[in-house]
């Protein structure tokens, strides 16, 4: 096992990581911006070391900064967390060359999931069905006009090198097609600096549903069940739980065997989701993998058992998975809400500031992974998460009771935050009959 190791992110899952590391006796180097300063967190950890100023491209995302923290304090790996470099193939690579371990998987897994276009063609030598779509990526001309009419729409444009939601256009006629794909390339290549896409057929109205597997690097994987991801806004998660209310044995069992088919065939190792689209028939679809540990990986440790960064860890030192798919039981429901510093009432802009009032909520089934505290200034610099709430419960039903008691007891003023937003939604009839889909918040909010 290692004996330390630095974490290349900050806020909520640095602290997640660094408790993980001292349950495991690691030490745990964390790295902060000029604007992270201040964080508490940052005394948990063993060594802190500032790598610049609070803009991400010179502190977070800055490859030649955090390869010099970890060269000054002689880690032996490095944790990425999620989002800033968690699936930068370059970052993952200088690691390798400085002789620092990635934990994550292997460069070229990386690179061939982190292409969705080279997913799709991975999950179906797996033999798992795609979204209908282009076979490769796809031009503003004859050929895309042709696939459309095809298919039928409407149809989705998708960024080839993806994420966040970005790069993304539903298109529902000939006229449109055209503006949708040059817009989606315009898109992509700003925030990617790849402007590649492809079409999928637009499954209308399915559920978000998603397999977090682990796989260690001697061939052996296993799966730890789904999380249902329907409640988005803007393609954006905003509730997940675990396991998906709806599913039943079989359809589970096929969907995990065929996620772990992917991971098996793009040769992966350490942690990864594999995400799919469930249409109303309960045909799912492989839309993408993430080769990284997830936003909300807890509700999957709440209803396994499992700490999942542990077993990041373990699996990066070159340990064996002890674990077989027999050990791993599903045990009763979790539910996640993300906490994010944004104006419900205005559009849900972000919404910055000092915290002066700060009560977290606690108590039976409730557990809280978050950075701030009273007196904490949430940076507009960085993403609006702020918390997450996780409720463990044996039922949904008493998920929800849970949920709701957990987020009116929690007090953080005077910024705005989507709790509002987060107890409508538990309180709705469809979310509490789980009639939902990506659609829900759109045609309901
Ligand atoms: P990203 O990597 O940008 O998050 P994903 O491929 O994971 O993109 O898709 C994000 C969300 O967009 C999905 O959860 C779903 O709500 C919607 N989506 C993506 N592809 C389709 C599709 N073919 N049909 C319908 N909805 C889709």
């Not at 109205?205 to 296993?222: L, N, T």
């Not at 803007?234 to 088919?261: F, N, Y």
């Not at 942690?271 to 679809?285: G, H, P, Q, R, S």
């Amino acid at each position: 096992m290692f004996s330390k190791i630095l974490i290349a992110n900050r806020g909520e899952i640095a602290l997640r990581i660094i408790r993980a590391c001292h349950e495991l006796n690691i030490e745990a180097v964390a790295v902060y911006s000029e604007a992270d300063k201040e964080a508490p967190y940052l005394q948990l950890a063993d060594e802190a070391i500032c790598i610049g100023p609070a803009d991400c491209s010179k502190s977070y995302l800055n490859i030649a900064s955090i390869i010099s923290a970890a060269e000054i304090t002689d880690v032996e790996a490095i944790h990425p967390g999620y989002g800033f470099l968690a699936e930068n193939t370059e970052f993952a690579q200088i690691c390798g060359e400085c002789g620092i371990t990635f934990i994550g998987p292997p460069v070229e897994a990386m690179k061939n999931l982190g292409d969705k276009v080279m997913a799709r063609k991975i999950a179906k030598q797996a033999k798992v069905r795609c979204v209908p779509g282009s076979v490769g990526t796809i031009e503003d001309g004859p050929e895309a006009l042709k696939l459309a009419n095809d298919m039928g729409y409407p149809v989705i444009i998708k960024a080839s090198a993806g994420g966040g939601g970005r790069g993304m256009r539903i298109v529902h006629n000939d006229i449109s097609l055209r503006s949708a794909i040059n817009s989606a390339r315009a898109e992509a290549e700003v925030a990617f600096g790849n402007g590649d896409v492809y079409m999928e057929k637009f499954i209308v109205e399915p559920r978000h549903v998603e397999v977090q597997v682990m796989a260690d690097s001697k061939g052996h994987a296993v799966h730890f069940y789904e999380r249902d991801c329907s409640i988005q806004r803007r393609h954006q998660k905003m509730v997940e739980e675990s396991p998906c209310p709806i599913l039943d044995k079989k359809t589970r069992e096929e969907l995990c065997g065929s996620a772990l088919r992917i991971i098996k065939e793009s040769k992966y190792v350490n942690a990864a989701t594999v995400e799919f689209l469930l249409d109303k028939d309960k045909n799912f679809y492989f839309i993408e993998a993430n080769a990284r540990i997830q936003v909300e990986h807890p509700v999957t440790e709440m209803v396994t058992g499992h700490d999942l960064i542990k077993l990041q860890l373990q699996i990066a030192s070159g340990m064996p998975l002890t674990l077989t798919q027999k050990n791993i039981k599903l045990n009763g429901v979790a539910i996640e809400c993300r906490v994010n510093a944004e104006d419900p009432d205005n559009n849900f802009s972000p919404c910055p500031g000092r915290i002066t009032r700060y009560i977290p909520p606690g108590g039976f089934g409730v557990r809280v992974d978050t950075h701030v505290h009273q007196g904490w200034n949430v940076s507009p610099t960085y993403d609006s998460m702020i918390a997450k709430v996780i409720v463990h419960q044996k039922t949904r039903t008493e998920a929800i009771t849970t949920m709701k008691r957990a987020l009116g007891e929690f007090i953080i003023e005077p910024i705005k935050t989507t709790i509002p937003a987060c107890l409508e939604i538990l309180s709705h009839n469809l979310f509490v009959k789980s009639e939902v889909d990506t659609g829900f918040i759109e045609r309901n909010f």
